[in-house]
T-cell receptor, first 115, second 115 residues
Framework: AQKVTQAQTEISVVEKEDVTLDCVYE???????LFWYKQPPSGELVFLIR??????QNEISGRYSWNFQKSTSSFNFTITASQVVDSAVYFC????????????FGDGTTLTVKP | EAEVAQSPRYKITEKSQAVAFWCDPI?????LYWYRQILGQGPELLVQ????????DSQLPKDRFSAERLKGVDSTLKIQPAELGDSAMYLC?????????????FGEGSRLTVL
């Protein structure tokens, strides 16, 4: 069975602060993929990043960075110098190769960035 | 940019009535998913299609829910009869990868309220 835990239900920061969203996952598969999606108030989930289980290299994309650590089964997401437009619900998701594309989502973290 | 189209955006119905949701995935995407998202939770997979075939419907309440993708393109999700607990956002997503763990492209969702 797969499980994704996002322990932080809500986070509130002031603009320009850095913020880290935590994601812990459980799977018995050795080949799996981790994702982050953003859901703005409009409702449409938008893909941010995918990492596979064999690639622990951290990634940076502009103000976004991701820290993947297999040893702690975590895939954390950091936003540097947050902006009001970053306010949204962020979901971490897990897909195992044996599940043929079926993604298991966490319950999301609601990020509010105040001006 | 190509998008996943869903309709209706909002649906209010009384319990015991029938409702239907429609989804048109991005052209060329062989895999289509229907997810249900209850307020405050992450999306939960209801059914997954590969072309016109059902790959996974293990979480679909088959006594009242049905889904079809007759020509392997657009899809319809039906609920009959609707119950109060069915109130949720119904999300359609598609993926270009066949049975692999590619990123999902989501529509804006159909929000159902059952009175």
């Amino acid at each position: 069975a797969q499980k994704v835990t996002q322990a932080q239900t809500e986070i509130s920061v002031v603009e320009k602060e850095d913020v880290t969203l935590d994601c812990v996952y459980e799977t018995r598969d050795t080949t799996y993929y981790l994702f982050w999606y953003k859901q703005p108030p409009s409702g449409e989930l938008v893909f941010l990043i995918r990492r596979n289980s064999f690639d622990e290299q951290n990634e940076i994309s502009g103000r976004y960075s991701w820290n993947f650590q297999k040893s702690t089964s975590s895939f954390n997401f950091t936003i540097t110098a947050s902006q009001v437009v970053d306010s949204a619900v962020y979901f971490c998701a897990l897909t195992a190769d044996t599940n043929a594309g079926k993604s298991t989502f966490g319950d999301g973290t609601t990020l509010t960035v105040k001006p | 940019e190509a998008e996943v189209a869903q309709s209706p955006r909002y649906k209010i119905t009384e319990k015991s009535q029938a409702v239907a949701f429609w989804c048109d995935p991005i052209s060329g995407h062989a895999t289509l998913y229907w997810y249900r998202q209850i307020l405050g939770q992450g999306p939960e997979l209801l059914v997954q299609f590969q072309d016109e075939s059902v790959v996974d419907d293990s979480q679909l309440p088959k006594d009242r829910f049905s889904a079809e993708r007759l020509k392997g393109v657009d899809s319809t999700l039906k609920i009959q009869p609707a119950e109060l607990g069915d109130s949720a956002m119904y999300l359609c997503a598609s993926s270009r990868d066949r049975g692999k763990s590619g990123e999902l492209f989501f529509g804006e969702g159909s929000r159902l309220t059952v009175l």
